[in-house]
């Protein structure tokens, strides 16, 4: 079976691997040809009598099929990822990680829709003056504006008309509130279409209905809808091996359709544009009182420099001229690119080289599509007296240096004049938590309040997240960039998806009698179907006077002493301006310190008020409970007046080394500079310090920081004194803070092991799935392995490997196994020399016969395997012969594949007695360095540790064994005078010797 085949059934397009290359190099050679291109005329043009039909009110109704329903895979072409290309190497430099502090609104009210055993169920639904009107793969409802059911679920076909004998689902419902209808499409393929029902008038129940047929040619994939004056607009995904020269953007002649007359339509391509697989561009979909003028109607699609043929992530435009006179002379053409210079924050769109399999699930279900390549459904346009905006969004990854976390890039551009140019007034990442958040939908209300929702899913098994659907947002005038309200729910899932397919979409709409409620309707799970649940709610002011305390901006948690003043953040929820606020604090629910705040607060803006009174917080070490609310008089909403903050009284020095940040393993290393991050974790900033790094159990290096690290900042330094890696062998770095005086040791130092080896090799592909995704030995448990250039650095991952027992088992599993041609092969590097041999392959090309299952394996170690800490390498991928690259040789780059390195320790139970009969000798020729030195036959790791007399831990770190035993070095130093604790040995046992620190 070929790759494409596996990941993606029921696909007209099948590329066996030995095209692949071929095909990519063809792709990027007619991918330099069409950047010449900037403006294309339509390639398709064609017209459709409408079908009058009656009012649903009247009809039988055809209840949706009760059978399960799984729709294809969004079509995807080659893979045009190209493995370790692409900014950011590590995080968004938009990333918003935590949530908004101003308090969000609850839900209004909200409503189970469609129960469906499609998978998924595509839900979709638009508000209008007195319905909601919900679709789903192959079915429909409509409800009042309380919703309250008013045509119960009903197959699409009940429509009737050009819909009568097309079931394939994946719809769209738009209300047109400058024509007052409904719009309910989807696509058909007898022959390949798009269907279009548009309401007669505003009521969908009783004014029947003009149904179209709109013949495409190819099949219209993921069919998305957007209102613009001169035009319904369609983008699709479709023809993904040349989008540049087949029609992609669709445009139908909406003044014909509103009064059911034959109307033509136009199909255009994407001139310019560059793609991954599956995409999905957006039209601008308008929204309110006043329509854009007619032509210049934007399409926009994000580019990521991950791909081929795309050197910076940017934004990419292009505007569509309508000519319905002569639609021979209509054009679409490149107009916009906005890029960092213009900013645009780089992005990392692609999860898994392109695959729907991304998200992690709680327990045992199947990881999840993100929906990559996709800009969410809908867009949201709408002109105001200055200006004319548009707010849109996609996934991506926030950190690709780790495993995958996804987050909502959202943007609002704005648009001085019509047809002027577009900007980025503002962009932000919203991933506040450990939490994947991904399927946004986003909405722009009549003041410019931006609300967000979106589905959030976490696999923490102590706190796990099925699927659920909430929501954020920002008012107009709050700071740039950020989502500045607090995250609310609209519905927890209490089930996990069954299937890795999820959405595909959502959909947020705005109520179009007040301009302010949000519709939003998306897909979660319960314990016998995929369910859509509508939540409503608004970020609009719902009270004249409201206004309440969201922040305590100081003091923070620092070294404190007792008269601290006390700032807060005062939000105006109201529609009134607001002025002589009282306002109060109290500490740990003490009596209250009132005073009046003189200024003027506008509606929905915030203020700072500093207390003239100030507070003792002058306990060292204590944590202070701070509240503080207004007391406003007739406020209409007290709930939101109050906000509470803990802030602790932090002993003045705790500074500690967070991350290592180089060297690094690699090939051919020499002399290397040391870079770490260190973060003061105390109340008072530091400078001048010392700080010291230690190479295996060589002499420690210390220097001096003389810059400073103020509070809660992290601070990169390199040492002047680089290290000799030049040897091929794995070294231990262990890097420590010195600070007389720190009160807590445990968080001084960090260690990484890293290696100078033979060779790595990157390059190999495993976008498809190949390689080893899944990997278990003993403690190592390595699951949901990212796909990035081929080879993976896991070394600072270790298990124990007991001499004495010799037999092990490994586990791996796979995405992609093909007829025997899945293998994979493990080396440990018994003689240390970064070399992985012929005679120390333990597992020799074993079979993974199917996918997606873990598999277990024996391998045996020699009697006489070294103890000791030990490189071990893992190989696997698609050995078919046809390909590059040789599966036992360790160094070959694999066409298909990956290469995994780890650490194990070799250890022999039955000689850990030897410890007992070691000798530990401690010597200091000033009271304050001391040499330490442990004589023993024992051979493996172990690990020295310092308590002072009340058990405090001041010193942890492990030790290899050289010509001379077990030998350290101890820089007592910092400490106060007294008796301490030095104790060298295993978990079990140990040697333990009392040191007098002068």
């Known amino acids: 079976m070929s790759k494409f085949i596996f990941h993606f059934i029921k696909v007209p397009y099948m590329y066996q691997k030995n095209t692949l290359l071929l095909l990519l190099v063809l792709l990027s050679f007619f991918s330099g040809i069409s950047q010449e291109l900037?403006?294309?005329?339509?390639?398709?043009?064609?017209?459709?009598?409408?079908?009058?039909?009656?009012?649903?009110?009247?009809?039988?109704?055809?209840?949706?099929?009760?059978?399960?329903?799984?729709?294809?895979?969004?079509?995807?072409?080659?893979?045009?990822?190209?493995?370790?290309?692409?900014?950011?190497?590590?995080?968004?430099?938009?990333?918003?990680?935590?949530?908004?502090?101003?308090?969000?609104?609850?839900?209004?009210?909200?409503?189970?829709?469609?129960?469906?055993?499609?998978?998924?169920?595509?839900?979709?639904?638009?508000?209008g003056p007195n319905h909601y009107?919900?679709?789903?793969?192959?079915?429909?409802?409509?409800?009042?504006?309380?919703?309250?059911?008013?045509?119960?679920?009903?197959?699409?076909?009940?429509?009737?008309?050009?819909?009568?004998?097309?079931?394939?689902?994946?719809?769209?419902?738009?209300?047109?509130?400058?024509?007052?209808?409904?719009?309910?499409?989807?696509?058909?393929?007898?022959?390949?279409?798009?269907?279009?029902?548009?309401?007669?008038?505003?009521?969908?129940?009783?004014?029947?209905?003009?149904?179209?047929?709109?013949?495409?040619?190819?099949?219209?994939?993921?069919?998305?809808?957007?209102?613009?004056?001169?035009?319904?607009?369609?983008?699709?995904?479709?023809?993904?091996?040349?989008?540049?020269?087949?029609?992609?953007?669709?445009?139908?002649?909406?003044?014909?359709?509103?009064?059911?007359?034959?109307?033509?339509?136009?199909?255009?391509?994407?001139?310019?544009?560059?793609?991954?697989?599956?995409?999905?561009?957006?039209?601008?979909?308008?929204?309110?009182?006043?329509?854009?003028?007619?032509g210049n109607a934007p399409i926009i699609y994000f580019q990521d420099d991950a791909w081929m043929g795309v050197n910076q992530d940017h934004l990419k435009m292009w505007t569509v001229n309508v000519d319905w006179d002569n639609p021979a002379n209509s054009t679409i053409e490149e107009s916009q690119e906005l890029g960092p210079s213009e900013g645009v924050t780089p992005f990392h769109s692609t999860f898994d080289g392109g695959s729907f399999r991304n998200l992690s699930q709680p327990g045992d279900a199947p990881d999840v599509d993100a929906l990559q390549g996709a800009v969410m459904y809908p867009t949201c346009y709408r002109r105001f007296p200055d200006h004319n905006s548009v707010v849109f969004n996609f996934v991506v990854d926030v950190d690709p240096s780790v495993l995958e976390h996804a987050g909502i890039r959202w943007y609002e551009l704005r648009q001085d004049t019509d047809g002027g140019p577009w900007s980025v007034y503002q962009e932000g990442t919203y991933a506040p938590d450990g939490s994947d958040r991904w399927c946004g939908s986003i909405g722009m209300d009549k003041n410019g309040n931006i609300s967000l929702a979106y589905t959030v899913l976490n696999d923490n098994e102590e706190d796990p997240v099925y699927p659920s659907l909430r929501y954020t947002g920002r008012y107009a005038n709050d700071p740039l960039n950020m989502m500045t309200l607090n995250e609310e729910s609209i519905v927890e899932s209490d089930f996990p998806d069954p299937s890795n397919r999820y959405g595909d979409y959502s959909h947020m709409s705005v109520d179009p009698v007040d301009e302010e409620t949000f519709w939003f309707i998306g897909e979660y799970f319960g314990s016998a179907a995929r369910l859509n649940k509508v939540g409503v709610f608004k970020i609009a002011p719902e009270f004249n006077n409201d206004v309440g305390v969201v922040d305590i901006v100081s003091p923070i948690s620092s070294t404190l002493g007792n008269q601290e003043e006390i700032t807060v953040k005062i939000r105006n929820f109201g529609k009134l301006p607001q002025s002589n606020i009282p306002v109060e604090f109290s500490i740990d629910g003490g009596a209250p310190v009132r005073e009046i705040f003189e200024g003027t607060i506008p509606s929905t803006g915030m203020a700072e008020y500093t207390f003239s009174a100030t507070a003792n917080l002058g306990e060292l070490g204590r944590t202070y409970t701070i509240t503080a609310q207004t007391n406003l008089p007739g406020d209409e909403n007290p709930e939101n007046d109050s906000f509470s903050e803990e802030i602790t009284n932090l002993r003045a020095k705790d500074i500690g080394i967070t991350v290592i940040q180089s060297p690094d393993t690699g090939e051919n290393l020499g002399v290397e500079e040391v870079t770490v991050t260190i973060e003061n974790f105390g109340g008072e900033p530091q400078s001048n310090f010392p700080v010291s790094y230690q190479l295996d159990n060589g002499p420690p290096v210390t220097e001096t920081v003389t810059g400073t690290?103020?509070?809660?900042?992290?601070?990169?330094?390199?040492?002047?004194?680089?290290?000799?890696?030049?040897?091929?062998?794995?070294?231990?770095?262990?890097?420590?803070?010195?600070?007389?005086?720190?009160?807590?040791?445990?968080?001084?130092?960090?260690?990484?092991?890293?290696?100078?080896?033979?060779?790595?090799?990157?390059?190999?592909?495993?976008?498809?799935?190949?390689?080893?995704?899944?990997?278990?030995?003993?403690?190592?448990?390595?699951?949901?392995?990212?796909?990035?250039?081929?080879?993976?650095?896991?070394?600072?991952?270790?298990?124990?490997?007991?001499?004495?027992?010799?037999?092990?088992?490994?586990?791996?599993?796979?995405?992609?196994?093909?007829?025997?041609?899945?293998?994979?092969?493990?080396?440990?590097?018994?003689?240390?020399?970064?070399?992985?041999?012929?005679?120390?392959?333990?597992?020799?090309?074993?079979?993974?016969?199917?996918?997606?299952?873990?598999?277990?394996?024996?391998?045996?170690?020699?009697?006489?395997?070294?103890?000791?800490?030990?490189?071990?390498?893992?190989?696997?991928?698609?050995?078919?012969?046809?390909?590059?690259?040789?599966?036992?040789?360790?160094?070959?780059?694999?066409?298909?594949?990956?290469?995994?390195?780890?650490?194990?320790?070799?250890?022999?139970?039955?000689?850990?007695?030897?410890?007992?009969?070691?000798?530990?000798?401690?010597?200091?020729?000033?009271?304050?360095?001391?040499?330490?030195?442990?004589?023993?036959?024992?051979?493996?790791?172990?690990?020295?540790?310092?308590?002072?007399?009340?058990?405090?831990?001041?010193?942890?770190?492990?030790?290899?064994?050289?010509?001379?035993?077990?030998?350290?070095?101890?820089?007592?130093?910092?400490?106060?005078?007294?008796?301490?604790?030095?104790?060298?040995?295993?978990?079990?046992?140990?040697?333990?010797?009392?040191?007098?620190?002068?």
Not at 49 to 54: C, F, G, K, Q
Not at 159 to 183: C, H, K, M, N
Not at 195 to 221: E, H, M
Not at 741 to 750: L, T
Request: hydrophobic share 35%.
């Open 709 to 998: 690290v103020s509070l809660n900042e992290e601070f990169a330094y390199t040492f002047s004194q680089p290290v000799d890696l030049s040897e091929p062998r794995k070294y231990n770095l262990k890097v420590e803070t010195l600070l007389a005086g720190d009160v807590d040791r445990s968080n001084d130092a960090k260690e990484k092991i890293v290696a100078n080896l033979n060779c790595i090799p990157t390059g190999s592909d495993c976008s498809f799935g190949d390689g080893i995704t899944d990997f278990y030995l003993q403690d190592i448990v390595n699951e949901n392995i990212y796909c990035t250039d081929g080879y993976y650095d896991f070394i600072g991952l270790s298990t124990k490997l007991d001499r004495s027992k010799r037999t092990f088992v490994v586990g791996v599993a796979t995405h992609f196994a093909s007829s025997n041609n899945s293998r994979f092969s493990l080396w440990i590097d018994f003689n240390d020399n970064a070399y992985f041999e012929p005679d120390e392959l333990l597992i020799n090309s074993q079979v993974i016969p199917t996918s997606r299952r873990v598999y277990a394996y024996e391998f045996t170690i020699p009697a006489d395997a070294p103890l000791g800490e030990h490189l071990m390498r893992v190989r696997g991928g698609d050995t078919n012969p046809e390909y590059d690259g040789e599966l036992n040789d360790p160094c070959s780059v694999m066409e298909f594949g990956t290469t995994q390195d780890y650490t194990v320790q070799i250890v022999n139970s039955i000689g850990d007695s030897a410890l007992k009969d070691g000798d530990l000798n401690v010597s200091t020729t000033d009271g304050k360095n001391f040499d330490v030195n442990f004589t023993t036959s024992y051979q493996s790791s172990v690990w020295i540790t310092v308590h002072d007399m009340l058990g405090q831990k001041l010193v942890e770190n492990k030790l290899e064994k050289g010509f001379k035993g077990y030998e350290y070095s101890l820089n007592m130093s910092y400490v106060a005078r007294g008796v301490y604790l030095v104790r060298v040995g295993t978990m079990d046992e140990g040697r333990v010797k009392r040191i007098i620190v002068r």
């Open 133 to 294: 009107v919900n679709a789903w793969n192959f079915g429909f409802a409509i409800y009042d504006k309380t919703g309250e059911r008013l045509l119960p679920p009903a197959d699409l076909r009940t429509i009737g008309g050009t819909f009568e004998d097309q079931d394939l689902g994946d719809p769209i419902v738009l209300y047109d509130s400058f024509a007052d209808r409904f719009l309910i499409t989807q696509f058909s393929d007898s022959p390949n279409g798009l269907l279009v029902a548009i309401s007669k008038g505003p009521d969908p129940v009783n004014d029947g209905w003009y149904t179209y047929r709109f013949d495409t040619g190819s099949f219209p994939d993921y069919p998305k809808f957007f209102v613009w004056s001169d035009g319904y607009y369609v983008t699709t995904n479709q023809d993904q091996d040349d989008p540049e020269i087949t029609e992609v953007v669709y445009v139908l002649e909406r003044d014909k359709m509103l009064l059911g007359e034959e109307a033509r339509h136009i199909g255009l391509p994407l001139p310019g544009v560059n793609i991954n697989s599956f995409y999905s561009p957006a039209g601008f979909n308008a929204i309110g009182d006043e329509p854009p003028p007619k």
């Open 38 to 127: 900037e403006r294309a005329k339509p390639i398709l043009i064609g017209s459709s009598r409408s079908i009058h039909t009656e009012a649903v009110s009247g009809k039988v109704l055809r209840p949706p099929g009760g059978e399960f329903k799984i729709y294809n895979p969004k079509r995807r072409s080659a893979n045009r990822v190209v493995p370790g290309k692409g900014f950011p190497k590590a995080m968004d430099a938009a990333w918003q990680k935590k949530k908004g502090e101003t308090p969000s609104k609850a839900p209004l009210f909200s409503f189970d829709a469609a129960t469906s055993g499609s998978t998924p169920t595509d839900p979709t639904g638009a508000v």
